[in-house]
């Protein structure tokens, strides 16, 4: 089967070099086929997903895109550190359990209700992966959520709450997700301004509250008659998960600090990126002794060598000049309202994540979209951080998002569950972000 799968990814690469050979230049349609070849290959599993990864190293020189020194600097991007630090930190939080008690603590919020324990998990979930990965949230409350219920039909609900409430709580904070990252890394290659952690929170927290409503509501709808579980008492919170808790208090209180809020605070100039790789280590010295250096094994390194990928890919757009040909053929719609091309866009980057890797799409899309908004004279910004949100935003197929694959490996979606209702929460996400996008993000950024 994985002969087969990766028979038909070079397959689809020559194709690919063939079509774009007629409507690009040489060195553009060889970065069609690489593309096409990495994204066949992370969507059909043939090659294992660090490995993939690791491609554009040789892909990339060997096709004469960019040199072997100018991918291997986007190994080393800042924000993988960042990334890097938080996976320390949820590893720590998975080891002493903590998860399960600030999950129960959250729980008990709610009324023992089928629409109660479901709008618990959605937003349990959100919460969580706001500070945590997205991916790691999934693994850690799916669990969880398949023994609330013995209702088949309840369980469906539960574990698409979890995916979904994880992918939209990702993106209240800008490490929630790999694409908030991405975006991140895409700004601070080009020297933009940066968005600071609590500006972050503070434009994204009111959508994707509104979202996570929609999400309760929307997969709480029949199930009335459903049969709940009963909880276990919590157990007592140890003297080790209320030091980890309290460090963990601690590097949120120092990011929020830390977060310039413009004209009126400068922050206190530190580099978020060394505060998250700074707190991971942190885990390991002597006095805090929450992972030793065989936990590193729990690291997922093939996750770092894809944003890896990733940036190399939206810095091949950039230094081969395809961003700009694709930019110019999405000038057609430069004529239009801006709120209409923003909804445009906002379609677009949705529906394409649901049959690719939402960090590939990014990786790939951000440097289109920035060529697109200097060249029209619209406000780049906010075109980049409606195409990073809407990433998250894709709810119908296992592949568009980490939780929504977790889901789909739980064994009880299918993806006619996920299809029927993930195609009404996309329309809804699409309308919401570019309304709120509108009203609220453009006088920000």
Request: charged share 10%; hydrophobic share 55%.
């Amino acid at each position: 089967m994985k002969s087969k799968n990766l028979f038909i990814a070079l397959l689809l690469a020559v194709i690919g070099y063939y079509i774009g050979s007629i409507f690009f230049s040489t060195t553009h349609a060889a970065l069609i086929a690489c593309i096409t070849l990495l994204v066949a290959l992370w969507t059909n599993e043939a090659l294992p997903l660090g490995i993939v990864s690791l491609m554009p190293l040789i892909l990339f020189p060997s096709s004469g895109l960019l040199t072997t020194k100018e991918v291997a600097a986007n190994y080393a991007n800042p924000i993988i550190f960042l990334f890097l630090g938080g996976f320390m930190l949820a590893i720590a939080t998975q080891k002493t359990n903590l998860h399960k008690v600030i999950a129960h603590k959250i729980l008990n919020i709610f009324p023992a209700t089928p629409r109660g324990i479901i709008y618990s998990m959605v937003i349990t979930a959100a919460l969580l992966s706001a500070f945590l990965s997205n991916t790691t949230t999934a693994l850690l409350l799916i669990s969880i959520a398949l023994f609330l219920t013995n209702d088949a039909k309840l369980k469906v609900r539960l574990v698409l709450a979890v995916a979904y409430g994880a992918s939209v709580g990702g993106i209240i904070t800008p490490i929630g997700t790999p694409p908030n990252l991405i975006l991140l890394g895409f700004m601070e290659s080009l020297t933009l301004p940066a968005i600071g952690f609590i500006q972050w929170i503070f434009m994204t927290f009111p959508l994707a509250l509104m979202m996570l409503m929609v999400i309760g509501y929307v997969l709480s709808h029949g199930v009335e008659d459903c049969h709940i579980a009963e909880l276990q008492d919590a157990q007592p919170i140890t003297s080790e998960q209320k030091y980890l808790s309290w460090t963990l208090v601690c590097m949120v209180i120092l990011l929020l600090v830390n977060s310039p809020v413009k004209p009126y605070y400068d922050g206190l100039g530190l580099s978020e990126n060394g505060i998250l790789l700074g707190f991971g280590l942190l885990m390991f010295l002597p006095g805090f002794n929450f992972l030793t250096w065989k936990d590193t094994n729990k690291i997922p390194y093939e996750i770092i060598f894809l944003f890896g990928a990733g940036f190399s890919i939206a810095s091949a757009f950039l230094e081969t000049g395809f961003a700009s040909e694709i930019a110019g053929l999405l000038t057609t719609f430069s004529n239009l309202d801006t709120f209409y091309l923003i909804l445009i866009i906002a379609a677009f980057v949705t529906f394409s994540t649901e049959i690719t890797s939402n960090t590939a799409l990014v990786s790939m899309i951000l440097p289109v979209i920035y060529t697109l908004a200097v060249d029209t004279g619209l406000n780049h910004e906010l075109l980049l951080m409606v195409s990073t949100i809407c990433a998250s935003y894709a709810f119908m197929l296992p592949i568009a998002t980490p939780p929504n694959a977790i889901a789909m490996g739980s064994g009880v979606v299918r993806i006619r569950d996920m299809a029927v209702r993930g195609l009404f929460l996309n329309l809804i996400g699409i309308s919401l972000i570019a309304i709120y996008a509108m009203l609220f993000w453009r006088h920000l950024l």
